[in-house]
């Protein structure tokens, strides 16, 4: 079933949509009013409707409820002017499937309607599935990118043996996540999970606190302490932010990886010690390992499983499933009921680029559903969000003024531009074609410059 009935009083509009419609191979019908809407409907139930919210004598909104009361699982999709926003706001509440705001991008209109039909046939996003399913995941890993199917196979893999597993990636791609679930589905995983970060720790202090110290050990070492890898025993021990291991430090981790040996502070005789090792870094370790800042024993010695997690927006196919997933925990976390993004909103968030990886999108996830007041995240509350961050880090334009030692003028164009095409975009939630409008350019040229600063992905 793969009909779709288009209403609309503006004859210039019903006839693009048409066309657009039927060359994408959808049986097209178009009605010019609510009521010749209903007449066909009545006849015909189309599983999916596109209407127009300002209308007379029945507008968009009215037409929904009497198409939702005819009947239920047909989708609406709701198109608004700029100024209806309200109207659309309520029109979701009402059960509209999704709004689109007018001038519209017809690429997004038709990946809109696309998923509109998905839903009605009763597909809707298939909940995660897993190759083979990990057996214990108190936090789920969401993804179904080629290359999140692969990290669950390595941790699938990497939990069946006791080798060191090194897991790289930007900050914010799910590395102490993966590090979680390594030690959730092995063995080891009733005994205990023990994470040391070696990042802003003293030297000294990563040292005590990893191996212990004995009585008498330095000044204030009034006791026996014992050290994290012996509260490992048995377990696992997270060595986090490894690429900020001082030259010394990195010697005596050596010790501990090659022979399961270390000696507290103080202490005269060496310890043995069962500790399965699992590191992490957001640092290219081959290339501290060539600026010689990194041991290359050491470095061979944890690259024995190596988990790379690539950043997200070279995965953008799942920020929808991680965006869902964030939402739905939210909800539930902060007592809201809100159920949907808008899909025009997943728009948005696809086209990011997200510096800090799944983090960022938690946090941008998190957010929109405290500010939201409506049943659906909607581009308003997370558009904001999410060009926030990119707004912060552009340097305000610089004056015009030229300065008395002269100034690149090609770079501070570029600077100029790259703040306008931000400014726009924000202006216009992220609408590309209203961005464009906005700075009275093409798509094309929009888009070509959005690539030059790194605003797009290719
Ligand atoms: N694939 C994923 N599925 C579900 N949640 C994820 C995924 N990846 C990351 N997260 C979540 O994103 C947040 C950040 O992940 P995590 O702390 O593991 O990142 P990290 O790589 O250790 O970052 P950093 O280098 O900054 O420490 C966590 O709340 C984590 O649960
Ligand atoms: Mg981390």
Redesign the pocket.
Same mark, same amino acid.
């Given at each position: 079933m793969n009909s779709i009935l288009v209403v609309d009083d503006e004859a210039s509009i019903r006839e693009m949509l048409e066309i657009m419609l039927a060359k994408e191979g959808y049986q097209v019908a178009t009605a010019p009013s609510g009521p010749d809407a209903l007449q066909l409907f009545r006849k015909h139930p189309y599983a999916v409707v596109l209407t127009d919210i300002r209308m007379r004598p029945m507008d968009g909104l009215a037409l929904l409820k009497e198409i939702k009361n005819l009947q239920p699982q047909t989708e609406v999709i709701m198109i608004s002017a700029f100024a209806d926003t309200e109207t659309a706001v309520e029109a979701m509440n009402a059960g509209a499937y999704d709004y689109f705001p007018k001038p519209f991008d017809l690429a997004e209109l038709k990946s809109v309607i696309q998923s509109a039909f998905s839903k009605y046939q009763g597909q809707p996003l298939q909940p995660v599935e897993l190759a083979t399913p990990l057996a214990f995941q108190t936090?789920?890993?969401? @993804?179904l990118s080629p290359h999140?199917k692969r =990290?669950y196979e390595l941790v699938q893999r990497a939990s069946q043996v006791v080798s060191n597993v090194l897991?790289t990636? *930007?900050? @914010?791609?799910?590395? *102490?996540? =993966? %590090?979680?679930l390594i030690h959730e589905n092995s063995p080891r995983r009733e005994q205990p999970f023990i994470t040391v970060s070696c990042a802003g720790i003293p030297e000294t202090l990563i040292e005590s606190e990893l191996f212990g110290y004995r009585k008498g050990a330095f000044t204030g070492a009034l006791t026996h302490k014992s050290g994290l890898v012996e509260t490992a025993h048995r377990g696992t021990l997270f060595l986090? *932010?490894i690429g900020e291991l001082s030259p010394t430090m990195q010697v005596k981790l050596l010790r501990l990886l090659q022979e399961k040996r270390f000696t507290p502070l103080g202490a005269t005789e060496e310890q043995g010690v069962d500790v399965r090792f699992v590191l %992490?870094?957001?640092k290219n370790l081959e290339k501290e390992v060539m600026d010689g800042r990194f041991r290359e024993d050491l470095f061979y010695r944890i690259n024995v499983i190596s988990i790379h997690?690539s950043p997200l927006r070279e995965r953008p196919e799942?920020i929808p499933l991680?965006a869902n997933?964030?939402l739905e925990n939210y909800s539930r976390v902060l007592g809201k009921k809100i159920n949907k993004i808008s899909s025009y909103a997943l728009r948005i968030l696809s086209q990011y680029s997200f510096p800090?990886? =799944?983090?960022e999108? *938690?946090n941008i996830i998190e957010r929109s559903v405290a500010m939201e007041r409506s049943t659906i995240v909607l581009p308003e509350s997370l558009a904001l969000a999410a060009y926030k961050g990119v707004l912060a880090s552009t340097k305000e334009p610089p004056q015009i003024t030229l300065p008395a030692e002269g100034l690149d003028l090609d770079q501070t164009l570029d600077q100029i531009e790259k703040n306008l095409v931000l400014q726009a975009l924000k202006k216009s939630l992220g609408n590309k074609q209203r961005t464009a409008n906005l700075l009275k350019i093409n798509l094309r040229s929009l888009r070509y410059r959005m690539l030059k600063h790194g605003l797009e992905q290719e």
């Open positions: 936090k789920p890993l969401i @993804g999140m =990290v897991i990636g *930007e900050s @914010g791609t799910g590395k *102490e996540l =993966v %590090a979680h986090d *932010e %992490a870094t957001n997690l799942d991680l997933h964030f800090g990886n =799944v983090r999108l *938690e």
